[in-house]
Antibody
């Protein structure tokens, strides 16, 4: 069965960096685009970044562009989110999600359980 | 960015009721509209993709409709496990966006 397991969250000071990981299993990882979506405490969902199946295309929300970098390691079936210059407003639960395919036709069909990032001095 | 507006923001209903949530896009998104359910403390779950297609494993009391800019999610015969928050999402543009959410509460 498809599983996505995020890790790497924690408490970090403003201006510092953190790298999140999402380990995928149960499907052919190299065939699917992947996303990061976050949710601030008590708030709604915000798409953060996406990476194509082969890693050749990456897209970011304006709120994180230039600070966050998405990448993937096909040999380890893992997608990463490198977060630099963190701000208090980046505090959120970060979810990894699989793109269902069809250039967005199928939505995000599998989600991990999330990893919590808290940015605080 | 394409803005997604859901209504209502919250809704009270009883077990067995039928409810409808609407989602409006700020521009034409064709059928690139999906609905998610999120229970407290849990990850979102895909219910409906491409506006009206039921995701595998989702009960048939959930249905979606619409195209272009106006969409609906309808839940028939509400069950206790359906009381949750629902989000619409557009993937027409690369920078996808979500609605603000609709909280469905027990009356």
């Amino acid at each position: 069965q498809v599983q996505l397991v995020e890790s790497g969250g924690g408490v970090v000071q403003p201006g510092r960096s953190l790298r999140l990981s999402c380990a995928a299993s149960g499907f052919s990882f190299s065939e699917y685009a992947m996303h990061w979506v976050r949710q601030a405490p008590g708030k709604g969902l915000e798409w953060v970044a996406a990476i194509s199946h082969d890693g050749s295309n990456k897209d970011y929300a304006d709120s994180v562009k230039g600070r966050f970098t998405i990448s993937r390691d096909i040999s380890n079936n893992t997608v990463y989110l490198q977060m630099d210059s963190l701000r208090v407003e980046d505090t959120a639960m970060y979810y990894c999600a699989r793109d269902g395919g069809g250039n967005g036709w199928y939505g995000e069909d599998y989600w991990g359980q999330g990893t919590l990032v808290t940015v605080s001095s | 960015d394409i803005q997604m507006t859901q209504s209502p923001s919250s809704l009270s209903a009883s077990v067995g009721d039928r409810v409808t949530i609407t989602c409006r896009a700020s521009q034409n998104i064709n059928f690139y509209l999906h609905w998610y359910q999120q229970r407290p403390g849990k990850a979102p779950r895909l219910l409906i993709y491409a506006a009206s297609s039921l995701q595998s494993g989702v009960p048939s009391r959930f249905s979606g409709g619409g195209s272009g800019t106006d969409f609906t999610l309808t839940i028939n015969n509400l069950q206790p496990e359906d009381f949750a928050t629902y989000y619409c999402q557009q993937t027409h543009s690369i920078t996808q966006t979500f609605g603000q959410g609709t909280r469905l509460e027990i009356k």
